[in-house]
């Protein structure tokens, strides 16, 4: 009761101060402008019955970051000018930590892999400026969770003392405006070891990101340990030390659940599969064809030989396998970039045609068919990329999710067509355009998808463009897409933060902010030197954006300031 | 005598056999390709009386690379498939080191500092491939540690056996087609610790480069402690801990120096100094002047009020007491930029010039006299951009090396005027390109000099076009540069390497190879790969180029391949 009546009195007395952290953006926030500190005594108080370990344990992170990894305010001065209004000011002693509603209490890792439209995620927090107890509650462990990275984006240091100057802040029932909020990796151009993987998800979770998008294995190399086809990692990995091992699969999909991300496995078929031929060479066309453009996007050319009875099997047998295996409710089966010369040139496929009596695209049918109801045999819903929809005439689920990838300009005509899609347009959100031509022999070529997609491009991107009103659900989210052709560990932090964590405040706070002003990069460009500024303390090597000169004076690097 | 007789030998019996290390690529090399072990008891044998400490600490360095941070051959296998073959092979007990000629022996760091012109860095290597010893000869101790970077690059490893495939060897002579080898770095717009620099100092001497250009203060920031006038980091730095003491100066120019590296400091005027306005702010015009568009190139504006006598004896005294202390036969005074504007505006500067009569370009000459003959008491050859011989009529020394960055079609009209020059320009060598816009407010904006600039691009400069042969004499050689508004500690590895490494071959190789042809991107590309892995080995966080896949199928990546 209490806390309620308070809420109710801050709001009514509260109008929206600028805030210069916070990221993504509450999208319900009210506060003001006093400063408080956090008593050095500060506690959570948790009062949960039979509070779930990984519940606590992110608690526990919470406090330790509270201690450990707090910027100074990025101000002239850092925030040395506020010294003595900082050691006046109230002490906060303890965030009261509760669970309100009548589900049921389970883990986070739990909450973080249901369907997408059964995830809870919504927190309130109310931290009063006169020091009385603060309080977080959610109806749900994952809501919790996201409320615990709100607070601790909240704190600043100066000379050891924790202070936030936004108090005092109550937010509403803060919700995702999407629930797919996601980063894709692709570890098979290069490799990255799990330790990389690990401080990724710590970088997500800290932006409140939900997906993991693991483009797991392609034609150059096979990373994955499969139990029932071993030969697949043995003989299309790097080197046996690049190899995920199932065990290190689990650590990674449990790793990631209980920073409240979902881990959606992709294994790209029937194209990008040439890998495969090492083990298995009467699987795969056109491998290693020469020149690899007429046969593939990049090389090297090999693509699964669908019309064979004998590679179904196989392909539904490793999906089942590895899908078996995973939590998520999601798993990918690609499709992008199938190859038509690649089997018109291929003997055995045109046999096999010719047999049965089909044309390329309703073998095409039959396959697809057969991955997906592997993955419905696990319980899972498929996704596939656009070509699926878009370039071929397939039957496919209204299940399937599909993401949108060649252009921003596809996803009208994707969901006009009744499929649920995910927002990775790469002419907003890839993150490896503009590094250059990669390819060798091309000494003035540039990317294919010039030029570099900035953090601000990123932001500007309207997830609901070209849609009706009614078709709105059918957007779940989107995500920005690390491919790996010039990304490596060297590199990994650098190319995607804080650009990927764009994306993420676009699908949290949605088309507007609190204040109920479209999302603006002028007023974004503060917060994301903030949450940048924080990464790096947390390990995450994110790039500057500007000077730090810039960073500590808003705005006034601005084209016309 | 035997040496000898070996040498000429080989070179009678040997072609040129491609190898797919060695980075530079030497200027004269024949060799084979025969496998030969290093010895578990290899040594290095130095012949040297009295040889200066620093030779035998890069020795002691280069035997523990060998034992430490080689790298296993980019093949598929990475070498496996050649065990029996290595196992079988002779191997290397020792090299012996020696210098021949008259010279005065003296140690690295004084010949890695001696004028352009003095410069020593020839040397010559034979490794026979009988395993009888191999030998490194030069006439000073700057080319012996040259020498040593290429014994290095030689070697691979596989199961902790060092081997080499590309024996007999034998280089002869190898000495670099120009002097000036260099890398800019600026730690003003974002501040790099004195750690990165020395990581990038052995980046740099990994691929013989000669110089470092340190832009090391600009209008963001001062983080140079100078002795005489403490108030200009103490101010200007943008924290306590973002100072260069005078003792990191000396650690760094030393460190640097050892690794026959030359450190160029630059201190820009009279542009680019808005940050000594904290300081001195009646030193300076048009501080933080809006819109800051009309009165510098980026924010904040700034200049130094090179008509006052209080500055011009301000300047002189902080130049002559910065460049007392380098032991560098020169000192760069930038001069870029020079906004005009800025002056018009400035009623001190307005006041000024009537009073003394002179127009602007006039007080800047006098300016620009008291700054270079400040140099020349310190005995230091002054380094500017190209501005000040381009875009204003100055008389300055012949003495002057002139620095070219707006375009590379500037470099004939500069050495037309008799200049020496060093070619830095941006639409070859600046690694900031391509990254976006970093003023603030801009969605959709490029970066100033989109696109990004390729190793490849880098690699195709002809230091020489436009020139005639007679001018050639006049290009001292050129650089790569980082300018830091989107740098910052995070990202300098993976922005400058190993694309850094392509101006290093450019100017030590020249315009073409020991096999007579020109240099060539495709050539090259098996060569960039290697030496990038052996930085990342050496812990230099050089990137990708390609996919795994593809550095170890040489060619198999190339457009039509």
Redesign the interface.
């Known amino acids: 009761m209490l806390r309620t009546r308070g809420c109710r009195l801050i709001t009514l007395l509260l109008a929206f101060h600028v805030v210069s952290c916070l990221w993504p953006m509450p999208r319900s926030l009210t506060n003001g402008s006093d400063f408080l500190r956090l008593s050095s005594g500060f506690s959570f108080s948790v009062s949960i019955a039979e509070a779930p370990a990984d519940l606590l344990e992110a608690i526990d992170r919470t406090s330790s970051a509270l201690q450990s990894t707090l910027i100074e305010r990025l101000v002239v001065g850092?925030g040395a000018a506020d010294s003595d209004t900082i050691n006046n000011a109230p002490t906060l002693s303890s965030l009261e930590v509760s669970l309100t509603g009548n589900l049921p209490v389970r883990p986070v890792s739990e909450e973080a892999v249901l369907p997408l439209e059964e995830r809870q995620e919504s927190y309130s927090l109310l931290v009063p400026s006169d020091g009385s107890a603060a309080s977080l509650v959610a109806n749900s462990t994952l809501g919790i969770l996201r409320g615990l990275a709100t607070f601790e984006q909240m704190w600043y240091v100066l000379d050891e003392t924790a202070y936030t100057n936004i108090v005092p802040l109550s937010i509403e029932g803060d919700a995702p405006a999407y629930p797919y909020r996601g980063f894709m990796l692709d570890t098979?151009?290069?490799?990255f070891p799990v330790s990389d993987i690990k401080r990724t998800l710590d970088a997500m979770s800290f932006v409140k990101m939900s997906t993991l998008h693991w483009h797991v294995v392609d034609?150059?190399?096979f990373p994955l340990e499969v139990a029932e086809y071993p030969e697949l990692s043995e003989m299309g990995a790097?080197?046996s030390s690049q190899v995920y091992s199932m065990t290190d699969v689990n650590d990674i999909v449990s790793y990631a659940a209980k920073r409240g991300i979902d881990v959606l496995m992709e294994i790209d078929v029937p194209g990008h599969t040439d890998i495969i031929s090492l083990a298995h060479p009467s699987f795969i066309a056109c491998s290693?064809a020469?020149?690899?453009?007429k046969f593939a996007a990049?090389?090297?050319s090999g693509q699964l030989r669908l019309t064979s009875r004998a590679v179904i099997d196989f392909t539904t047998g490793l999906l089942g396998a590895v899908a078996r295996r995973l939590p998520s409710a999601y798993f990918s089966t690609g499709g992008d970039e199938v190859n038509t010369a690649c089997y018109m040139g291929d003997l055995q496929t045109q046999a096999d045609l010719a047999a049965s009596g089909m044309t390329l695209e309703e073998a095409l049918d039959v396959f697809v068919h057969a991955t997906q109801d592997a993955l419905a045999d696990e319980g899972k819903a498929p996704v596939v990329w656009e070509e699926m929809v878009l370039a071929h005439n397939l039957t496919l689920s209204k299940e399937t999710v599909v993401m949108v990838w060649i252009s921003s300009e596809h996803a009208a005509e994707i969901v006009k067509r009744d499929f649920r899609i995910v927002q990775a347009p790469s002419d907003y959100f890839y993150l490896d355009c503009?590094?250059?031509?990669?390819?060798?022999?091309?000494?003035?070529?540039?990317?294919w998808c010039?030029?570099?997609?900035?953090?601000?491009?990123a932001?500007?991107f309207n997830p609901l463009a070209d849609l009706t009103p009614d078709q709105h659900p059918l957007v779940l989210g989107g995500q920005q897409c690390l491919w790996?052709?010039?990304?490596?560990?060297?590199?990994l932090?650098?190319?995607v933060w804080p650009r990927a964590a764009s994306s993420a405040e676009v699908f949290w706070t949605g088309s507007t902010g609190p204040d109920g002003r479209p999302l603006d990069?002028?007023e974004a460009?503060p917060r994301m030197h903030d949450v940048r500024y924080r990464l790096?303390k947390k390990g995450v090597?994110?790039?500057?954006?500007?000077?730090?000169?810039?960073a500590v004076r808003p705005?006034?690097?601005?084209?016309?300031?």
């Open positions: 850092r098979a151009r290069n490799f034609s150059q190399s790097y080197s290693e020469s020149p690899w453009q990049e090389p090297p503009g590094g250059g031509q990669w390819l060798g022999n091309d000494p003035s070529g540039t990317s010039d030029p570099y997609k900035t953090w601000q491009k932001y500007t790996a052709e010039q990304a490596s560990p060297e590199n932090d650098s190319i990069v002028n460009l790096v090597r994110a790039i500057a954006l500007q000077p730090e000169w810039c705005f006034q690097c601005n084209i016309n300031a």
